[in-house]
């Protein structure tokens, strides 16, 4: 086991998960000393209903909480100029508080609005960088609808810049939710090719966490027991939308997949993942699907023996102990793989295993080859690539991306290696 | 509560660290004055940062200190130790005396330095990776190759930096640290 000589690990928000969790919010609330949030979301939440089983949750027998206000015009993007919105009607409104229903965008959106409430300003520019955030910020209470991206544990919120088309990193322990709530109800009518997309972003979260510079054995053995249960769990609800056990299970590995990565932080994958949606708009999830074994694959000089152990996890004690030692780390990416290619099958090829099998509502490319270049120059601008184990300049950026935009494997021969392998201290 | 009475703890003074970390901090930050006019990718670099960029890297809260900028002819120079007074575009912090040392040492490289939250980084996280990058650009012309592999995560391969350009771009920075600058 990889023991570094010396890590931080942080996850102090407090965790409610059941198939009935939501019932829990004005009790929540109450200790929070909270009563008029202001809920963030998104027009897809909306529609499917799912703010009325949060606000119907709210109304319990004794509930003094009050509605601040439903802010569900939270763009697919999170951006600076939603946050700097939605930052004024909290004022407007006399909210104290935010109770966000969403993915990752809402998430990111509210981290943001708490952050401008809570420190002051009108501009959440003002805020950028690892260090700005110095205080407590107002109450939050974050509820996921997608099993994914992790966000409502995590110290990190990505927001577009939409004038220089980057997305901002703002990072900071203050930005972690008091409470986050899972809730099998919220995610049970998410569609077949979302459930693929964000379950294997989840897992992304796991195998980078524990490949990752900022390792460290807590990270691992959340980030383990992540993989452990997404794998057991994605496929089977991909099939069975209504399996409410397994709809938990995913909630419970992706949260633990947050934890992991947002004290271990992520890599290549999300450094291209980050660009590719920063240029061409394609969500997030299925960036991450595709691109994660190509990221295993450019680090294995580095990651080998990390990437090998992840193969029990991922495909059970039985194929782990069957695998000769030397092969468990390139076993791991084809299992990966055959994983992108059974979710494909499931969806009816909805989910994309290349990029450029990634079509968007009218069937057109999201990315075309042409843009390329453009996402590679941008991926060198993105923070998470410091804490990939290998240097990835743009020359390197841009050959994965060739890659894994006609989705063959990589040819490790092409992979520049070099300098001290702090992974195999 | 008189907080008179329980005067604020300062850190150590730790004389010696501090005297080393400062004499690195001069040699580096003259080295990216320097090698902003003698190495293509350094220079690449600052003009991606634009005109009147500066940047400060120092170890808080006591320092030492060095900020270096783009001046209002559109040269990088280094602007010395005290960033009271200057304009700074991005703040990169190490948080204390002895994570300094580690990085100054070549103990530890940046990217771990960042992923053992080493750094508090106020400003644009863009701009403080170009600095990361110029910085290792910086160390692999300074330092031999042994101290620089340790301190970088790719030590450039002969194609990448040949090593003609090499020692011959290191005696040029090394007498421009020491000499006109």
């Known amino acids: ?425 | 509560m008189n907080y008179n009475v329980y005067p604020e703890i300062k850190p150590g003074k730790k004389f010696f660290k501090r005297i080393y970390i400062s004499i690195m901090m001069w040699v580096v930050g003259r080295g990216i004055q320097a090698a902003a006019r003698v190495d293509k990718v350094v220079k690449a670099e600052f003009l991606k940062l634009g005109d009147d960029f500066s940047f400060s890297l120092g170890v808080v809260p006591d320092g030492p200190f060095m900020i270096v900028g783009t001046n209002k002819k559109g040269k990088v120079k280094y602007m010395g130790w005290n960033p009271e007074g200057k304009q700074i575009s991005l703040k990169l912090c190490i948080k204390n005396i002895e994570a300094a040392f580690l990085v100054f040492s070549f103990q530890e490289s940046t990217a771990i330095a960042f992923a053992h939250n080493r750094f508090i980084v106020d400003g644009d996280l863009p701009a403080s990776l170009s600095i990361v990058k110029v910085l290792d650009r910086v160390e692999i012309y300074l330092l031999p190759k042994f101290f620089a592999s340790m301190a970088v995560k790719r030590y450039p391969k002969w194609s990448e930096l040949p090593p003609l350009r090499k020692y011959i771009g290191r005696v040029l920075i090394y007498l421009r640290v020491f000499t006109i600058g």
């Not at chain 1, 407590?136 to 110290?155: D, F, Q, R, Y």
């Not at chain 1, 927001?159 to 972690?176: C, E, G, N, P, W």
């Not at chain 1, 993989?227 to 769990?233: E, Y």
């Open chain 1, 1 to 425: 086991m990889f023991r570094p000589k010396y890590y931080e690990f942080c996850a102090r928000v407090k965790i409610i998960s059941g198939h009935r969790a939501l019932e829990k919010i004005p009790e929540i609330l109450a200790k929070l000393n909270a009563k008029k949030p202001l809920i963030i979301t998104d027009k897809g939440v909306s529609k499917a209903g799912l703010i009325k089983v949060v606000t119907g949750a709210m109304k319990g027998n004794k509930s003094e909480v009050k509605v601040g206000f439903i802010a569900d015009n939270v763009p697919p993007d999170s951006s600076v100029k939603i946050v700097n919105e939605l930052a004024q009607v909290y004022r407007k409104k006399g909210c104290d508080s935010i109770v966000v229903v969403g993915g990752g965008s809402p998430m990111d959106t509210a981290k943001g609005v708490n952050i401008l409430v809570s420190l002051g300003g009108d501009d959440l520019l003002n805020y950028k960088g690892t260090g700005a955030i110095t205080k407590k910020l107002n109450p939050m209470i974050a509820i996921p609808t997608t099993s994914g991206t992790g966000s409502e544990v995590t110290l990190v919120a990505v927001i577009t810049d939409m004038d220089r088309s980057i997305k901002l990193l703002f990072v900071s322990y203050f930005l972690l939710p008091d409470v986050a709530i899972l809730d099998s109800r919220m995610t049970e009518t998410l569609p077949k090719f979302i459930t693929a997309a964000t379950g294997m972003d989840a897992i992304t979260h796991a195998c980078e966490a524990y490949t990752c510079l900022a390792k460290n054995p807590l990270s691992d053995s959340t980030a383990f027991f992540a993989i452990q249960l997404i794998s057991q769990h994605l496929l089977n609800v991909v099939k069975n939308p209504g399996d409410i056990n397994g709809r938990l299970a995913l909630s419970n590995g992706a949260i633990l997949a947050g934890m992991s990565f947002s004290n271990s932080m992520v890599g290549l994958v999300h450094n291209l993942g980050h660009a590719i949606g920063a240029v061409c708009h394609v969500p997030h999830g299925s960036c991450m699907s595709i691109l994660l074994p190509y990221g295993l694959e450019y680090n294995l000089h580095k990651t080998s023996p990390l990437t090998a152990e992840m193969l029990l996890p991922l495909a059970g004690a039985k194929v782990y102990a069957d695998t000769p030692k030397k092969e468990r780390a390139e076993k791991a990416i084809k299992y990966i793989r055959q994983m992108n290619d059974d979710l494909y099958v499931a969806t009816g090829g909805r989910h994309a295993r290349c990029l450029n099998e990634i079509l968007d509502k009218d069937n057109k490319q999201m990315v075309p080859r042409d843009t390329l270049s453009a996402i590679a120059e941008v991926s060198t601008l993105d923070g998470a690539k410091i804490y990939n184990p290998e240097e990835v300049t743009y020359d390197d950026a841009l050959m994965v991306l060739e890659y894994a935009w006609e989705g063959k494997p990589l040819e490790l021969s092409k992979v520049k290696k070099g300098g001290k392998n702090y992974l195999r201290q």
